[in-house]
């Protein structure tokens, strides 16, 4: 497995790739790699013939209050899996490789981040795409692969490949759980015990929400206070952020929750910030 921080080298061998006639297929990651990052490279394995994994924790989709600095970092550990899981390349740069201090170019989305996620955290998107495409730019793949526990990013992705007439073709994997149903998520190393007991319950008051509208179509308003009540039951932990129902491919919000709809969440619990999702 080749380890590149240095953006040249990296453009170089994946030119010398393409040269050869192979394919490319990345899978960008902010590292701290668990079993979610691992189904994405066996797709991305299945996708192409030489895999190059990111390791960025991306400053810029950050906001001042958020955990930048207190996000898990193991480099040594990512890797250790990346050689594991086949890896053929892992590209880790250094944030001042990435950004210039007069850095003043970004991509912006400017409908999709009007729900979900980017209601509570402006620039995140920004930021996303901006990297998102430095990295295109820089790996040049044929193919990238992203989490559907992301939702919200794999439809900001998919519109910017769209409008801006990148070359990649964008391919999502479900989200990877844990037996008790919680999304995989690096933050999950930071939930105490008691968190760790009580986070599962995101996903169980999902399913509730897709049982309660299987049967018949229901109020946003009825699957927000079914979500809610299983949440709040676990105690004090947590506080909901938002719970949404929306059109899967716009991400507008409907008001009635059929087969089809998206209801995506995102709850604080302890200081950790959680997000899951489903469609009905
Ligand atoms: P992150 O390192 O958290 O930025 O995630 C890198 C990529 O892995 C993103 O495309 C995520 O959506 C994806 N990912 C993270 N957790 C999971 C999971 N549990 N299942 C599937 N994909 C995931």
Redesign the pocket.
Known sequence: MRNFASIPAMRRQAQAWRTEGLTIAL???????????A??IRTARRQADKVVASIFVNPIQFGPDEDFVRYPRDMKTDRHLCRAWGVDAVFAPAARAMYANDHSVFVEETALRRTLCGRTRPGHFRGVATVVLKLFNIVAPHTA??????FQ??AVVQRLVRDLNVPVAIVA?????EKDGL?????NARLTSEQRRIAPCLWAALQAARRLCRAKPRSSAAVGKTIRKIIRAQGAYSAVEYIETVCPRTLHPVQTVKQGTLIALAVQIGDVRLIDNLVV
């Open positions: 899978v960008p990651t902010m590292g701290a790699l668990h079993e979610g990052h189904a994405l692969v992203f989490g559907q526990k992301d990013q794999v994997v479900p989200t990877v759980r999304a995989i998520s690096s933050r």
